[in-house]
């Protein structure tokens, strides 16, 4: 199951190929858009912390990260997070869409096409975990038809020493294939 799941995906013009070295330039780019939102991720991609933060994705044990493409064009990165086979579950996160695409129906593709495809090789349960100060996010998951199943209190500390309070999002198997 787990081979299966990091394959590169598309629909239409939207595209998710494996990140790689090859990437880090025009991520960059894509992550300096919007340089304030950092402050409410995990870890920085604003332009400072960009190369430490690239490196150490490439290299995380259990992430399995994209690059988004809207045509040609690198607009973001999302990832697989903490598969775990025996449970049938995966998390998606790791999520950043540059701004001028927001609001365009790209994520929900691109979330859409990543539920679908984790659902077709096993998974039954996929994740969200969202620090609760991000709005936009849970709005975004909300439409997809996630459940928030409740906060995680304190749950980590972002890279700017802020102690976390994470909401855990899930849509199951049989919910996805109602919709």
Not at 28 to 52: K, N, V
Not at 80 to 101: C, F, H, K, M, N
Not at 103 to 121: D, E, I, Q
Not at 157 to 177: K, N
Request: proline content about 3%; glycine content about 10%; hydrophobic content about 45%.
């Amino acid at each position: 199951m787990l081979d299966r799941l990091y394959a590169e995906l598309a629909e239409g013009d939207t595209r998710l190929v494996k990140l790689a070295e090859e990437h880090r330039e025009a991520l960059r780019a894509a992550c300096a858009a919007d340089p304030d939102i950092w402050r409410i991720y995990a870890s920085s991609f604003d332009p400072q912390h960009f190369d430490s933060a690239f490196t150490g994705l490439l290299a995380k044990p259990g992430w399995m990260p994209y690059a988004v493409l809207a045509g040609a064009r690198l607009v973001g990165m999302t990832a697989w997070l903490r598969a775990d086979v025996p449970a049938q579950t995966v998390e998606i996160g790791g999520s950043y869409i540059q701004p001028d695409v927001r609001g365009t129906g790209l994520n929900g593709r691109v979330k859409r096409l990543m539920l679908g495809h984790a659902f077709a090789v096993g998974f039954r349960r996929v994740e969200f975990r969202i620090d609760e100060r991000n709005k936009r996010s849970q709005a975004a998951v909300s439409k997809l038809g996630a459940t928030k199943e409740g906060v995680l209190r304190a749950e980590s500390i972002t890279w700017t020493g802020h102690v976390r309070d994470t909401g855990l999002w899930s849509v199951l198997a049989a919910e996805w294939e109602g919709a």
